[in-house]
């Protein structure tokens, strides 16, 4: 059974950075999405089972970096100069196959989400 738990999330200032984690009970290709209250849940980064391809969604592009260590089954995503409108709660998706996948309901096992509130 696929089990992913996030950790990592926080309230931070505007600019400053924060690292979430993806804990997961195998390798597998994973996401990250966010979705903020009222809103539609979001791609965020998408990163591949090799760890050697990765996509992002324009909006983070350059600010945010999707890694893994596999030794540990772990996923991360380094997040810097945070803004407000990242405040959003994060999940981590996972799917078995080893390409990237950039839409939700490609990811059939999800996290049960960390919150990240950054202010002004």
């Known amino acids: 059974q696929v089990q992913l738990v996030e950790s990592g999330g926080g309230l931070v200032q505007a600019g400053d950075s924060l690292t979430l984690a993806c804990a997961a009970s195998g390798r597998y290709t994973l996401g990250w999405f966010r979705q903020a209250p009222g809103e539609e849940r979001d791609f965020v980064a998408a990163i591949s089972w090799s760890g050697g391809s990765t996509l992002y969604a324009d909006s983070v592009k350059g600010r945010f970096t999707a890694s893994r260590d596999d030794a540990k089954n772990m996923v991360y995503l380094q997040m810097n100069s945070l803004k407000p409108e990242d405040t959003a709660v994060y999940y981590c998706?996972?799917?078995?196959?080893?390409?990237?996948?950039?839409?939700?309901?490609?990811?059939?096992?999800w996290g049960q989400g960390t919150q990240v509130t950054v202010t002004s």
């Open positions: 998706a996972a799917e078995v196959g080893l390409e990237i996948r950039r839409w939700g309901y490609e990811y059939p096992y």
